[in-house]
């Protein structure tokens, strides 16, 4: 009996050291409340941190679950690589372009000074294919847009040009002067040259992306002409023929017609280009209306996103909740 | 000089060893229930050092600090993801794992997740409560998705007093299966829902005046930072553009 108290009491005193040792060396306190004093004040410093920084306090205010803001830098950057890449090489097919001009030729005659007739000059592209480069644009942030200046240089090229010059007479002076015509084709050139393409990006989001919608503030821009030296020569020799008493060359200056055709070539020709060009262009970073954890999809509801932009950032905030998931396959 | 005799001196000795058998038998069992450092003073140590890199970080003026693209994500929004993939369901370590139950707390420089559930000894009733303390990692942009995928990292892992004698010691096999990369059998990553396209697309233009051939343009983003307070995960990435070959300029169609 007394050996198995005394075996007891032995076990007994074994668990007890045991005990208050654990209890000892478990005591965290001291340690613990140094960690804890020490997270406290710099957690304390952090808060004050945040508060200073404005980006920080801006996206604290934010109720948005997903906020994505992107440095006006990147979209400038983005923009000039593309403009590089995508517009280095741009083809310019200038076939069955046309211009014109025209003008009415009134003289004193001894009736007094009447209409002698209209002459009108057509200027047609036969054959002119070009190549366009965009230069590295320029760029600079307004609200939710992006002003953009883009340069572009028209490489220079030949081609065939048509001329039509012709001469409408009056009525009256028609009885002595018949109307003609004059088709010809020559040699003609697009001469290096740059124009400044004047738009703006229009910065936006949608359902889960943010896009880019580039808008020209002008469409058009005049391509220069010009034609070959001999072409000029041949235009003159053809309008040197019809300068006769039938042709009321008595009247028709070939001088006034060329000077109207130089006039035409020098203004150049409207191109307009095509509305294609302006298509959307999605962001690389947007969001995702379903996600995975694990295996298992997860569908979410994006709603209310705002968006703004200002001079050095994007900023787009979603409110983003889950609306369903797939059920686990069972292990 | 009496001499003790040889028997009673054994006795002694045999004696002397149970109270030490018993100390470590009660130590022994202790250090089984109880970590020798619980998982909220191992939170705690994490969370401090990482302050004290926020608090450097704030002090520079540089506490978020992106240069290119910044994606902030709220912590409830995690927390949901999460129990939406709830309950999830794997066999670790002889164990039937099912977490049924997530929160996630963005605070302090670590993205704290807690998960809990229940570990079921396979073919039999015994079971424990089992809480999984981990750390949401933002690893990378998937290469495939181009999704920010997230992993959890376990800090520690907590299991209630099983229903039945005998079950501790599988029970600390599981906490030790969890901790060294078991997890991943049950919670493999986290996907944030936000994407970062590695091109940008621009169609080709066939008009009758105009050509433009379509194009590709690289983008080549990574997470650069990932940061962690006031709720929320602030995640900078950058891009950096391809080297591009320098480029020849083309022959002009015609002479001018």
């Known amino acids: ?262 006039e035409l070539v020098a203004d150049g020709i409207e191109v307009r280009l095509p509305r294609s060009i302006l298509r959307p262009v999605r962001l690389p970073a947007r969001l995702e209306q379903t996600v995975k954890v694990n295996d298992r999809v997860v569908q979410l509801s994006l709603a209310g996103e705002r968006f703004h932009s200002s001079k050095n950032m994007l900023w787009s905030s979603t409110r983003v909740s889950v609306a369903s998931a797939q059920p686990q396959a069972t292990p | 000089m009496r001499t003790i005799p040889l028997k009673r001196v054994v006795r002694w000795v045999l004696l002397a060893w149970v109270p030490v058998l018993a100390f470590l038998a009660f130590r022994w069992n202790a250090r089984s229930m109880v970590p020798a450092v619980s998982v909220e003073e191992t939170v705690l140590a994490r969370q401090t050092v990482a302050l004290q890199t926020l608090v450097d970080a704030a002090d520079r003026g540089a506490l978020v600090n992106f240069a290119q693209v910044l994606v902030v994500v709220d912590q409830g929004l995690v927390r949901d993801l999460l129990r939406a993939a709830m309950p999830i369901e794997a066999l670790i370590g002889g164990f039937r794992v099912r977490l049924e139950s997530a929160e996630a707390s963005f605070d302090d420089g670590l993205a704290l997740v807690h998960l809990s559930g229940k570990a079921t000894l396979i073919e039999s009733s015994v079971s424990a409560d089992l809480r999984v303390y981990g750390g949401l990692e933002v690893v990378k942009l998937d290469p495939q998705s181009g999704r920010l995928r997230c992993e959890v990292r376990v800090f520690g892992v907590e299991a209630d007093r099983a229903n039945l004698i005998g079950i501790d010691e599988p029970l600390r096999d599981l906490a030790r299966a969890l901790s060294h990369g078991g997890l991943a059998a049950l919670l493999r990553f986290v996907e944030v829902p936000v994407r970062i396209d590695d091109h940008l697309s621009l169609p080709a233009v066939h008009s009758k005046r105009l050509r433009i051939s379509a194009a590709d343009v690289p983008i080549r983003a990574e997470v650069a930072e990932v940061k962690v307070f006031r709720g929320r995960l602030w995640v900078a990435l950058s891009e950096q553009p391809e080297v591009q070959p320098e480029s020849v300029p083309s022959a002009p169609l015609a002479r001018p």
């Not at chain 1, 007890?16 to 304390?44: F, K, N, T």
């Not at chain 1, 200027?123 to 953009?148: C, T």
């Not at chain 1, 808008?215 to 010009?226: I, M, Q, T």
């Open chain 1, 1 to 262: 009996m007394n050996r198995a108290i005394t075996l007891a009491l032995l076990v007994a005193a074994g668990l007890g050291v045991g005990y208050v040792e654990s209890v000892i060396h478990a005591d965290e306190a001291p340690r613990r409340r140094e960690l804890q004093h020490l997270h406290d004040e710099l957690h304390g410093r952090l808060e004050a941190g945040a508060g200073r920084d404005p980006t920080v306090a801006r996206a604290l205010a934010d109720s948005g679950e997903i906020i994505i803001a992107v440095r006006a830098q990147l979209v400038e950057d983005l923009t000039t690589r593309v403009a590089a890449q995508y517009l280095q090489q741009v083809t310019l097919d200038l076939t069955s372009l046309e211009a014109q001009a025209q003008g009415t030729l009134r003289k004193h005659t001894f009736i007094g000074r009447r209409k002698i007739g209209e002459w009108a000059i057509a200027i047609v592209i036969h054959k002119l294919v070009g190549q366009i480069r965009a230069g590295p644009p320029r760029l600079s942030f307004a609200s939710n847009v992006l002003d953009v200046e883009m340069p572009l240089e028209v490489q220079p090229t030949s081609g065939q040009i048509g001329l039509r010059f012709s001469w409408d007479s009056a009525s009256m002076v028609s009885l002595v002067c018949k109307d003609f015509e004059v088709d010809m084709v020559v040699d003609g050139r697009v001469l290096r040259q740059r124009h400044l393409l004047r738009g703006q990006v229009e910065l936006a989001a949608d359902d889960d992306a943010l896009t880019a919608t580039p808008v020209l503030h002008e469409r058009s821009f005049p391509l220069k002409l010009e034609l070959a030296p001999d072409s000029w020569s041949k235009v003159e020799a053809a309008l040197a023929s019809q300068d006769s008493l039938g042709r009321c060359g008595m009247f028709l200056d070939p001088e006034n017609a060329m000077r109207g055709l130089r």
